[in-house]
């Protein structure tokens, strides 16, 4: 995270993105509608609405590649079940890199999920494509990336 302070604290976790709507602001013209709408979204931060990521939990990474011309292409989906049981996709075009880092759950013993989605920060790259970095309790994804569709399904 280079704009958003995030660490973990004795009971939990410390969360400050009051600097990104500047950062928002200061990059809106860099990117396209679907990603600024989602980077911009008054929700997106707002733990009590439904439409916000916060909590929600991993359960498909789709990778695809393709044929685009003369070259492969990737793209990438994400399915996650909403804190408010609902479903939220996230579809990301032109995927340059990824990964994926996932840590041992220490509690509750044996579990094997990724947890709950934390913080996400998307920022503009000098190369003009994006960086998606997503905490979850257990696991970081960080997506490179051109494009990004989200959509929520109640």
């Known amino acids: 995270m280079k704009i958003i302070r995030f660490s973990e604290t004795s009971d939990g976790y410390s969360i400050d993105s009051s600097a990104y709507p ?3 602001r ?8 679907d990603v600024l709408e989602f980077m911009d979204a008054t929700w997106h931060y707002e733990h009590g609405d439904a ?34 049981g609902n ?24 579990d094997g999920s990724h947890g709950d989605w934390l913080i996400d920060e998307m920022l503009v790259l000098e190369d003009g494509f994006l960086s998606h970095e997503i905490v979850f309790t257990n696991s970081v994804i960080k997506i ?6 989200y959509k929520v399904v109640r």
């Not at 200061?26 to 509608?33: H, I, Y």
């Not at 479903?87 to 840590?103: F, N």
């Not at 490179?144 to 569709?149: G, I, N, S, V």
Request: proline content about 4%.
């Open 26 to 33: 200061e990059v809106r013209s860099l990117v396209p509608t």
């Open 87 to 110: 479903r939220i996709t996230l579809c990301y075009s032109d995927v340059q890199s990824y990964a994926a880092d996932k840590t041992k759950s220490e509690w509750p013993a044996g």
């Open 51 to 84: 439409r916000c990521p916060h909590d929600a939990r991993l359960e498909q990474l789709l990778i695809r590649e393709f044929d685009d011309g003369d070259v492969r292409a990737n793209d990438i989906e994400m399915h996650l079940a909403g804190a408010y």
């Open 22 to 24: 500047a950062y928002v």
């Open 144 to 149: 490179k990336h051109r494009d990004l569709k």
